[in-house]
């Protein structure tokens, strides 16, 4: 999947730019793209969902090794300041928005939130009658963060530093 590519050379980039370590990804599902692209110890999956029917064995199982963690990143079982990044992808936009100040609570000072969306899940919530987007994420952490100049070819995907 096209998305799937540019997250991939996205953070190969930011890995080589930014010496990535430790990457929080809340609500990943059975999405490995980050895993295998940086390294089972380097990235720490969150979900809910573990355990549901319809996934087969549930994503944990799927997503193979490495740290994965039940939880929900709303109420993130992690310390403060805990990780280089948060990718913040394909979740719903609400509480993506819910989320932004815990997410930023798990984050190193000076590390990076990456903000994006696949193709897998739904780009827009409905909440309280009103169509919410990812445009609305990217809204709410423009208001808080700094945006970092990323190459245009990772168009639609947007990184800011944790201040």
Same mark, same amino acid.
């Given at each position: 999947m096209e998305s799937d590519k540019k997250l991939e050379k996205l953070l190969v980039y930011l890995d080589n730019n930014y010496a990535l370590e430790k990457v929080y990804y809340p609500?990943? $599902?059975?999405? @490995? &793209?980050?895993?295998?692209? *940086? $390294?089972?110890? @380097? &990235?720490?999956?969150?979900? *809910?969902?573990?355990?549901l029917k319809w996934v087969d064995g549930g994503y944990f199982r799927r997503l193979g090794k490495g740290l994965n963690v039940k939880g929900d990143y709303r109420k993130s079982p992690f310390q403060d300041k805990t990780f280089d990044a948060t990718l913040i992808w394909g979740i719903p936009p609400v509480t993506a928005i819910d989320a932004v100040p815990e997410f930023r609570r798990v984050t190193k000072k000076n590390g990076l939130l990456i903000v994006g969306s696949n193709q897998f899940c739904s780009t827009e919530s409905v909440y309280n009658s009103r169509k919410i987007t990812f445009d609305d994420v990217l809204g709410c952490v423009d208001g808080q963060l700094t945006q970092i100049k990323i190459p245009s070819c990772y168009f639609g995907i947007s990184v800011y530093k944790n201040e």
């Open positions: 609500g990943s $599902g059975w999405h @490995k &793209v980050p895993k295998e692209t *940086l $390294g089972t110890d @380097k &990235v720490v999956h969150v979900s *809910l969902e573990e355990n």
